[in-house]
């Protein structure tokens, strides 16, 4: 089965925009769509990307998602960042079987 | 309003074993692929299994597979899973979550969570 990398923390300033990629180390990135689910502490995760690049309704157009074939990695966006982004972000994909698999997660911090 | 309760977390023994529940509400229950996930303290997102929306597809991680079994009733709109032999490593909190899209043979992501219930595995 294949592994998807993220950086383990991300830190940026409110207003900014931020971008955390997730790898996939065999098989192509575009083979099987990516998800990103932010979890807040102590609080269920919550998706805000699905099939690449799809916002869920009731997820700001802040956020937006993108795969890139040529580093075989999806990334995830953030603009004006406010301190309720902070949190938890994971990415996850599948493989041909349909098995799940999860990024390791990265913290974000808005400073 | 999408609904996701989780419960039958509890502690037990090395090579005991927990049955867990999910009751949903909120939507068309029989039309969803569904999904358990687990987080380990401190840890990160680890899926568990998926079952169709009529029950007769299954997938289960490889760390899992063999003892724990996915279940559901679409009379009563609950997601189970059998959770058998155990292990220290299979402590984590428990979330159930449901598939994005109706009608399709397998959840390939989850748009909704429960609270998740927490289950120890320790002597």
């Known amino acids: 089965n294949f592994m998807l990398t993220q950086p383990h923390s991300v830190s940026e300033s409110p207003g900014k925009t931020v971008t955390i990629s997730c790898t996939r180390n065999?098989?192509?990135?575009?083979?099987?769509?990516v998800q990103w689910y932010h979890q807040r502490p102590g609080s269920s995760p919550i998706i805000v990307i699905h099939e690449d690049n799809e916002r869920p309704s009731g997820v700001p157009d802040r956020f937006s998602g993108s795969v890139d074939s040529s580093s075989n990695s999806a990334s995830l966006s953030i603009s004006g960042l406010t301190a309720e982004d902070e949190g938890d972000y994971y990415c996850q994909s599948y493989d041909s079987d349909n098995l799940w698999v999860f990024g390791g997660g990265t913290r974000l911090t808005v400073l | 309003e999408v609904q996701l309760l989780e419960s039958g977390g509890d502690l037990a023994q090395p090579g005991g074993s927990l049955r867990l529940s999910c009751a949903a509400s909120?939507?068309?229950?029989?039309?969803?692929?569904m999904a358990w996930v687990r987080q380990a303290p401190g840890r990160g997102l680890s899926w568990v299994a998926t079952i169709s929306g009529a029950g007769g597809r299954t997938h289960y991680a490889d760390s899992v597979k063999g003892r724990f079994t996915v279940s559901r009733d679409n009379f009563d709109n609950t997601l189970y899973l059998q959770m058998d032999s155990l292990k220290v490593d299979d402590t984590a909190v428990y979330y159930c979550a449901k598939g994005v899209k109706p009608k399709v043979v397998t959840a390939l992501a989850a748009d909704s969570w429960g609270q998740g219930t927490l289950v120890t595995v320790s002597s």
């Open positions: 065999s098989g192509s990135i575009v083979s099987n769509y």
């Open positions: 909120g939507f068309t229950f029989s039309f969803y692929a």
